[in-house]
């Protein structure tokens, strides 16, 4: 068997607590030809102390950032002095097992024509130790040898609804420089934005095994709620831009209930959080051309279209009702 390269991509910032733990999980892989690309973006902690006790490993490239950029120009840094005929993600605070790249290599020699290839997944608490969901299942469940590849046409799946994870993911250099790199102003879902396009353009495959360990704790950006709502949606927006056609090969019924859903919890945010109204009325405006017949964002939409001093007095009205019921 032939073993070409894979180059893993780590960005690291301020993660000094987990990042000995993840750089030896990737270090300690069965797949005999890594590259181990570590790129730290200005970490304050003492990050760059422990990356140091790894350096004299040959397998290791290591990078410094002139500015704080994200996680996303930081991979695009990494794949800039990637030589890998295969690129894989590990963030600092996950884990993998050791025959993870060797089960993903195995089944990407079975099926060279994807364009990713991801693998289940289990998620740890912040000590390492598996949520209660993953106890109880079998040992066969992790690292199967003998798991099947499963490949397919994802991009209407995923459109809808991602649980492709950078984690598991491998990814062929040739297909990254076909479709771009990471765009680093979607910050959190630059990976999904990245997914899509592949998925519009190759079959993925899904390695029916857990191979990677996702730690969940407080600092990470996809529970921060109205914020990765923005954002994810600015990340459709972005796609479907640059690719229009892309709404084609979506259900259309599905894709309604994905995209008007989206703009109107961001309508009600900018509504009812921050009483944007200007910005909440864009928002409106886009969830009622997806479906007209919403008659609650309709009434939002012209509330939120009134002059200002039209609105401060329903709300007076509002109050003194309320005040005239209590």
């Not at 109204?277 to 309709?298: E, G, H, I, M, W």
Request: with cysteine; hydrophobic share 40%; aromatic share 10%.
């Amino acid at each position: 068997m032939a073993h070409p390269t894979v180059s893993i991509i780590m960005p690291v910032y301020n993660g000094a607590k987990y990042l000995a733990s993840a750089i030896e999980s990737a270090l300690a892989q069965t797949w005999p030809t890594i590259q181990l690309i570590l790129v730290n973006d200005c970490a304050t902690d003492n990050s760059a102390e422990i990356i140091q006790r790894y350096l004299p490993d040959p397998r290791i490239t290591y990078l410094v950032n002139a500015t704080n950029s994200g996680v996303a120009t930081s991979r695009n840094v990494a794949l800039q002095h990637a030589t890998g005929t295969f690129i894989a993600f590990h963030d600092q605070d996950d884990l993998w097992l050791p025959n993870k790249l060797e089960l993903q290599m195995v089944a990407l020699q079975q099926h060279p024509d994807v364009g990713l290839l991801h693998t289940r997944y289990a998620r740890i608490d912040t000590e390492g130790t598996l949520l209660p969901e993953y106890r109880v299942l079998d040992k066969d469940a992790f690292g199967n040898c003998a798991a099947e590849t499963m490949v397919s046409d994802v991009f209407e799946e995923i459109f809808i609804s991602n649980d492709i994870q950078p984690l598991t993911s491998i990814i062929p250099k040739k297909v990254l420089d076909e479709v771009g790199l990471f765009n680093p102003d979607l910050p959190g879902v630059d990976d999904y934005e990245l997914w899509l396009r592949i998925a519009r353009r190759y079959p993925v495959g899904h390695l029916q095994t857990i191979t990677g360990f996702w730690r969940q704790h407080a600092a990470q950006q996809s529970k921060q709620g109205y914020t990765m709502l923005l954002i994810r949606l600015k990340a459709m927006d972005t796609f479907l831009a640059a690719d229009p056609n892309a709404v084609k090969h979506v259900n259309r019924a599905a894709y309604v209930l994905r995209m008007h859903g989206m703009n109107r919890g961001a309508a009600n945010h900018y509504f009812y959080n921050l009483q944007d109204y200007k910005t909440a009325r864009q928002y409106f405006k886009k969830a009622l051309k997806l479906k007209p017949s919403d008659v609650n964002s309709f009434v939002k939409l012209a509330y939120c279209s009134l002059p200002n001093p039209a609105r401060n007095l329903l709300h007076r009205l509002k109050n003194t009702l309320k005040r005239q019921n209590g």
